[in-house]
Nanobody, 115 residues
Framework: QVQLVESGGGLVQPGGSLRLSCTASGSMRSFSAMGWHRRAPGKERELVAAFTSGGSTNYGNSVKGRFTISRDVGKNTMYLQMNTLKPEDTAVYYC?????????WGQGTQVTVSS
C-alpha cells in the first residue's frame, strides 16, 4: 500500500513563505499525475497546483505567480513552494498522486497565515 507523507506546514505571517513536501513510500515513476489541493474552513476543496500526466503544470488562479510545484523523482518527493502568503491561503493542504488503479492522498498539513 502506497503512503504519502506530508510535512512543512505551520504558522507564518502574511507575506512569508513555506515549502510543503510530500514523500511517497514507493517510486513516483508509477504515478501518472500528482499535485496539491487545499480545503479552507467552510469552503470547497480546490486545486492548488498539479503536474498533469504529460508533465505540464497547472495552478489555481488564486496562487498563480506565488506558488511553485516541483518534484524530485530520485527522492520520491513533491514540493509546493509558497511565497507571498496571504491569510486566505490558510487551509489544510493535501497532496495526491494518481496511480494505475487508485489515487493516493496524504494526511494533510495545516497552513495558517496570520499576524
Amino acid at each position: 500500500q502506497v503512503q504519502l507523507v506530508e510535512s512543512g506546514g505551520g504558522l507564518v505571517q502574511p507575506g512569508g513563505s513555506l515549502r510543503l513536501s510530500c514523500t511517497a513510500s514507493g517510486s513516483m515513476r508509477s504515478f501518472s499525475a500528482m499535485g496539491w489541493h487545499r480545503r479552507a474552513p467552510g469552503k470547497e476543496r480546490e486545486l492548488v497546483a498539479a503536474f498533469t500526466s504529460g508533465g505540464s503544470t497547472n495552478y489555481g488562479n488564486s496562487v498563480k505567480g506565488r506558488f511553485t510545484i516541483s518534484r524530485d523523482v530520485g527522492k520520491n518527493t513533491m514540493y509546493l513552494q509558497m511565497n507571498t502568503l496571504k491569510p486566505e491561503d490558510t487551509a489544510v493542504y493535501y497532496c495526491y498522486m494518481v496511480g494505475v488503479r487508485q489515487n493516493y492522498w496524504g494526511q494533510g498539513t495545516q497552513v495558517t497565515v496570520s499576524s
